[in-house]
């Protein structure tokens, strides 16, 4: 037999999932399970008869088992502290996910609470603003007390540093923007590095706080989903995920602000934390631009990205310029 031609990111089969997960919860009944969407995690609604749940498939490579135990801890932890989050159902023998083989390596799969309700969009104002902000600083209030045996950072700046030459690589006919990225691309690591940890503290982070993460429920309650790329990083680090969702949306920054004092009705940021914002933001602009260069690959053409890259390498030199890049 031939060997399998290598595959970057497969998609698994919905009937042969819901077997699977006949066999491995014990459920009962008629088990449909149905694609929802595909891109860095693939997303999966189980009808069963004790009522829908969420399927989460993991791209390969993307986390090892100890950092997608602790993916789970931490959603569970939250739950426990009254944080709506999609908490990860229990398989029959007690473990909280599994893995498969496919052609591209091992994958991570967990099934999750069903959160009913709609995600935040482009309507997100100041009020809104201000309830995600004390929604995340609560997050974090309830994750001081956090403890897991598994570990998981956000590791923002080794995959900058990992990705970044895909971005390189994209505008290497572009020699000025080239020759800007590569200097700010190593100044940000320098100074992520440099950073004050006491002043600058970090904990347990969500990693993805955008607007598009949050939802509400049809109970009026809000929820956080999507963990993938929570872990430990500078608390005030996780403000920047909702500022780069805002600038991608064109909001005015006083929904930024907004967020903030939101932010800080639940924890106060220090001197220190605040004066990194600008950096953080960058960091967080060049880490996507970087990601979406490395995935064109992996899962398609980004909307928005391939065709609109000047858009993207102007906010990294704006944010460049706030940060003191030059």
């Not at 969420?54 to 088992?65: E, P």
């Not at 969500?206 to 429920?217: E, F, I, K, R, S």
Request: proline share 5%; charged share 25%; hydrophobic share 40%.
């Amino acid at each position: 037999m031939g060997v399998t031609f290598p595959v970057s990111q497969s998609v698994l089969d919905a009937d042969a999932l819901g077997a699977e997960l006949v066999r491995r919860y014990g459920l009962s009944g008629e088990v449909r399970c149905k694609l929802l969407s595909r891109g860095m995690n693939d997303i999966y609604r189980i009808e069963h008869a004790d009522g829908p749940h969420a399927l989460k498939v993991a791209r390969s490579g993307k986390s090892n088992d100890d950092e997608f135990a602790y993916e789970q801890d931490y959603v569970n932890h939250l739950s426990a502290a009254g944080i709506e989050v999609p908490t990860a159902i229990p398989l029959a023998d007690g473990s909280l996910f599994f893995s498969v083989d496919a052609p591209e390596g091992k994958r991570q799969i967990v099934m999750m609470r069903w959160l009913d309700g709609q995600p935040y969009d482009v309507t997100v104002d100041e009020d809104d603003a201000q309830k995600l902000g004390a929604l995340l600083g609560e997050i974090h209030h309830a994750s001081e007390n956090f403890t897991t045996s598994h570990k998981k950072t956000v590791a923002s700046e080794p995959k900058l540093a990992e990705r970044l030459p895909y971005l390189l690589d994209l505008i290497r006919e572009r020699p000025d923007d080239l020759a800007y990225l590569e200097r700010a691309g190593a100044d940000v690591l320098e100074r992520m590095a440099a950073l004050d940890s006491v002043a600058v503290p970090s904990g347990a982070c969500h990693g993805d706080m955008q607007c598009a993460n949050v939802m509400q429920l049809k109970s009026g309650a809000l929820a956080v989903f999507d963990f993938s790329d929570c872990g430990i990083a500078p608390l005030a680090k996780d403000i920047a995920a909702f500022y780069w969702r805002n600038d991608f949306e064109g909001r005015p920054e006083s929904v930024n602000q907004a967020f903030v004092a939101g932010y800080e009705s639940a924890r106060s940021l220090s001197a220190e934390e605040k004066a990194a914002q600008p950096l953080f933001r960058l960091l967080r602009h060049f880490l996507i631009t970087s990601t979406m260069a490395q995935y064109v690959n992996r899962i398609g053409p980004v909307p928005g990205f391939d065709k609109n890259i000047d858009y993207y390498l102007d906010m990294i030199r704006r944010y460049g310029e706030q940060a003191g890049v030059t």
